[in-house]
């Protein structure tokens, strides 16, 4: 239910929180994991976790070293906020829908602070586009009354996690989901005595509406790794469904000819934004593939 370091706190099958520490410097968890654990008073703990049982799904962002590391795991949703204010990055925004389709999860997209005037005229054409792919679209406001109504019918009976760009409000949503968060951290920092602040300890609450939210902040504001770069298309819907008629089945829709991809954005079928996302991330991958041998094999 929540992680730090080498604390952790665990719900049973009775729903009783127990805080435990970790068994050997090898085992690490993170939220969402359902573990094995054994009763212990052990440095102030009343348990001790022993196992990490199998990962159905997991979400990762790339450390300062570039590499992948772990933040959640076993989610059956990504909800990417965006908001007119701070200036939105769409770019962004692409990364985390694809990182979920590479991950097999379900993805939305929510428009925070829809209560500004300029809400609809800056984010309305990204938000038909992701529309149009197939992505529910849910506008949401901390303002207006019931301004998040429609994301709780959304998170219902999902594991779900907020991510996007600093300053959408995502801690804002949090609140509206979550009566009393600040007590349930305070009460989970106890427990644990690491007096953490709310933003430092990630946690999984379960909603009043249904299902599960984890926020963390290792995900909140994160990069995901990339994939190989022949496999960055599998993140971008539009682009996958007509790669295959391209006239070369190693096409990286660059400047190959003969490639179906080029010719549906040049049609208006696919938008200019979208591709150059996707061309961003493929140079991207690219690069990191030169500089690391594991991602070139």
């Not at 076993?74 to 985390?96: E, F, H, K, M």
């Amino acid at each position: 239910m929540s992680s730090h370091g080498r604390d952790a706190v665990i719900e049973d099958t009775t729903r009783r929180r127990i805080h435990c520490r970790l068994q050997g410097r090898r085992l690490t968890v993170v939220c969402g994991d359902r573990v094995r654990w054994i009763e212990a008073d052990t440095e102030g703990a009343a348990g001790l976790i022993t196992e990490v049982g199998r990962r159905k799904t997991e979400l990762a962002r790339m450390n300062s070293r570039g590499k992948s590391e772990v933040v959640a795991a076993n989610l059956t949703q990504l909800v990417s906020v965006i908001a007119p204010l701070p200036a939105p990055d769409l770019g962004l925004c692409d990364r985390y829908l694809a990182a979920a389709e590479w991950a097999g999860l379900k993805a939305c997209v929510v428009a925070n602070k829809s209560d500004l005037p300029e809400a609809r005229a800056l984010l309305g054409e990204a938000l038909d586009c992701y529309a149009a792919l197939g992505y529910p679209v849910v506008w949401t406001s901390k303002r207006a009354p019931g301004g998040a109504e429609e994301l709780a019918l959304r998170l219902k009976d999902e594991i779900s996690v907020l991510v996007g760009q600093s300053g959408v409000g995502k801690s804002s949503l949090i609140n509206l989901l979550v009566p009393g968060v600040e007590a349930i951290v305070r009460e989970i920092s106890r427990a644990t005595e690491t007096g953490k602040h709310t933003t430092s300890v990630s946690s999984l609450y379960q909603l009043p509406s249904g299902g599960d939210l984890i926020d963390s902040p290792g995900v909140r504001d994160f990069a995901p790794p990339l994939p190989s770069p022949r496999q960055i298309a599998s993140g971008f819907r539009e682009i996958a469904s007509v790669a295959a008629n391209c006239r070369f089945k190693d096409c990286m829709h660059l400047r190959e000819p003969g490639c179906a991809v080029a010719a549906a954005a040049n049609a208006g079928k696919i938008p200019a934004r979208r591709i150059a996302s996707y061309r961003q991330l493929v140079t991207q991958a690219e690069d990191l593939s030169r500089r690391d041998p594991q991602l070139r094999r």
